[in-house]
């Protein structure tokens, strides 16, 4: 069984900065893709930053230029970086993994991300 736990959230002002992490344990597997999501109260989950395991990125519209996703070690496979954040971002945001062999999908319970205007 695969498990991802995110990291990095918290009270942040209108403007700032944070960086989320996800961990992933478990069972041996292959990356097809990684990916941060985002649901605000009230909302739907929308799709914030996207990573394959070629390295081929995919953003939001609402975060080019101020996000970015990236790959780092194999315990820490993914992470966020996020630049200049609106009050509107105030969110839970979740760390999504899809592996191949078998074709799975997993998610991680969330981290909160509260912005302070």
């Known amino acids: 069984q695969v498990q991802l736990v995110e990291s990095g959230g918290g009270l942040v002002q209108a403007g700032g900065s944070l960086r989320l992490s996800c961990a992933v344990s478990g069972s041996s597997f292959k990356i097809r893709a990684m990916a941060w999501y985002r649901q605000a109260p009230g909302k739907q989950r929308d799709l914030v930053a996207a990573i394959t395991d070629g390295g081929s990125t995919n953003y939001a519209d609402s975060v080019k230029g101020r996000f970015t996703i990236s790959r780092d070690n194999a315990k820490n496979p993914v992470s966020l970086q996020m630049s200049d954040l609106p009050p509107e971002h105030t969110a839970v945001y979740y760390c999504?993994?899809?592996?191949?062999?078998?074709?799975?999908?997993?998610w991680g319970p969330g981290t909160q991300v509260t912005l302070s205007s």
């Open positions: 999504y993994l899809a592996t191949r062999f078998p074709s799975r999908d997993y």
